[in-house]
Nanobody, 116 residues
Framework: QVYLVESGGGLVQAGGSLRLSCAAS????????MAWYRQAPGKQRELVAQ???????NYANSVEGRFTISRDNAKNTMYLQMNNLRPEDTAVYYC??????????WGQGTSVTVSS
């Protein structure tokens, strides 16, 4: 079984920064895709950023240039550095890992609130 645990969420003012972490049980090098999603109240869950096979990254247009996804295989942890946060970034952030292109695992989420 794979367990993913997010941390690092909280309350921050607009323009501030947070770094989210997603710690995995066991090696993350086995995952061909790791990603961050978010879900705001009353909205569908959306992809924020993903890292494919450890080096290719993709971002949602709304976060491009402000957020950076990374992973540290030695620590079995994925990160999301979020800078210049906006109120519209307020959401619960989830990490996701994909194994063998078919098995998907989700964390429990961490809440981010950006005040204006």
């Amino acid at each position: 079984q794979v367990y993913l645990v997010e941390s690092g969420g909280g309350l921050v003012q607009a323009g501030g920064s947070l770094r989210l972490s997603c710690a995995a049980s066991g090696s993350i090098s086995r995952f061909n895709i790791m990603a961050w999603y978010r879900q705001a109240p009353g909205k569908q869950r959306e992809l924020v950023a993903q890292i494919i096979r450890g080096d290719t990254t993709n971002y949602a247009n709304s976060v491009e240039g402000r957020f950076t996804i990374s992973r540290d295989n030695a620590k079995n942890t994925m990160y999301l550095q979020m800078n210049n946060l906006r109120p519209e970034d307020t959401a619960v952030y989830y990490c996701k890992a994909v194994l063998q292109s078919q098995y998907m695992y989700w964390g429990q989420g961490t809440s981010v609130t950006v005040s204006s």
